[in-house]
């Protein structure tokens, strides 16, 4: 059983040794266990900072242990009475080529409906951070004007096509022109910035003329702050993520106007997906009918190999590789 566990705490940006490789034999599993074989690993923003020891809202990764990360497994052996072998199962399984579970935090799948990696993506994790993020922590309505960092990655399309579903101007925020063309001519958006080769603050100028009444940040540092100067009235900063402060060896860049909010009487909030576990079925449901219906197009990137290119993988996150949900599928 291929695993990668974590050696070291990373200082920055994560290194190749921070990671250990290693091979143990395959465990049977016990009673009201099953063993599953793992298909796809998600890779998500988030782990660089499981791997840091500060108090978040989940524990960091201990040094020594499998690396924390949510995938797809298929059960081969199961002494469980709910679990077959050849059932599909998504849960928080680990950097790790086969995983004993006692299908605590487990969920079958129905690979019929849609594919596994769809199910790590646009019915999973980053398709709820859209839908809760955007619709109850953003109070998203009609007409609107919103306006979506990170807009090319897994949350920060569904979070454009959720808006456009709902009957709001969108404009996303990504690196480099083939995204921003991803964005307006394939996925809908009205418009798209593309922050390495313009201005920001010009450009939302020009793209939100009457202001912003929703912005769901996921990157942070100053592409948070343009947003911040065109809020509109009552507008609602949704902090999702920073993915632009994850590998600081300085502290986070926080927001150099955030007057703005008292000008504008507007509201910023953090939230946590997890929060929102009881309502997933329900988003599921309505994320289904508009992948359905083709309001909203499921944007995968998926990279072939085994556990041992996680580390690599990962890396993309940071580097802009990836375009929409990035998941490693194994051989
Ligand atoms: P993405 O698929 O969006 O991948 C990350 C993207 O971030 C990259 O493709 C890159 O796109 C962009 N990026 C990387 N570095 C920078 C930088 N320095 N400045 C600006 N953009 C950068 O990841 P996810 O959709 O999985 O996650 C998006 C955000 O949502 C993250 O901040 C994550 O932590 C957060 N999140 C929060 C949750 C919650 O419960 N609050 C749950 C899930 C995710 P580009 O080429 O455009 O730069």
């Known amino acids: 059983n291929r695993q990668i566990r974590l050696a070291a705490r990373p200082v920055g940006e994560v290194k190749a040794d921070d990671w250990e490789h290693r091979s143990e034999p395959v465990e049977e599993p016990g009673l009201g266990c099953f063993v599953g074989r793992t298909r796809m690993i ?16 989940l524990p960091p990764v201990g040094i020594g242990e499998v690396m924390r990360a949510g995938s ?67 109070a998203l309505k009609e007409g609107e004007t919103v306006v979506v960092s990170g807009a090319a990655g897994a949350v920060g399309t569904m979070v454009g096509q959720i808006a456009k579903a709902k009957g709001c101007r969108v404009v996303g925020i990504a690196g480099g022109p083939d995204k921003c063309a991803l964005l307006t001519d394939e996925l809908g958006f009205d418009a798209a910035i593309d922050y390495r080769a313009e201005d920001v603050r010009k450009a939302l100028r020009r793209e939100a003329p009457d202001g912003i009444d929703v912005y769901f940040d996921n990157v942070g540092g100053d592409i948070l702050d343009a947003a911040l100067t065109r809020l509109a009235m009552h507008a609602r900063v949704v902090v999702c993520g920073a993915i632009s402060q994850y590998n600081n060896e300085t502290p986070v860049k926080g927001p150099s106007n955030y007057l703005t909010l008292l000008v504008r009487r507007a509201r910023m909030e953090g939230f946590v997906v997890f929060d929102y576990a009881k309502q997933y079925a329900r988003a599921a449901q309505e994320i289904s009918a508009w992948i359905e219906d083709g309001r909203i197009k499921v944007k995968e990137h998926v990279v072939r190999g085994t556990v041992d290119d996680f580390p690599e993988t990962l890396q993309m996150l940071f580097r802009g590789e990836n375009v929409g949900k990035l998941v490693l599928e194994l051989a």
């Open 42 to 57: 998600s890779l998500d923003p988030a782990m660089r900072g499981w791997l840091d020891d500060r108090p978040s809202y």
């Open 72 to 138: 797809v497994i298929e059960v081969t052996a199961s002494q469980h009475p709910e679990y077959r072998p050849g059932d599909q199962v998504v849960g928080t399984f680990g950097v790790q080529e086969y995983v004993v579970s006692d299908g605590k935090g487990a969920v079958k799948i129905d690979t019929s409906l849609a594919p596994p990696s769809t199910y790590l993506g646009a019915l999973g994790m980053p398709g709820m951070t859209a839908y809760f993020g955007l619709l109850d922590v953003g």
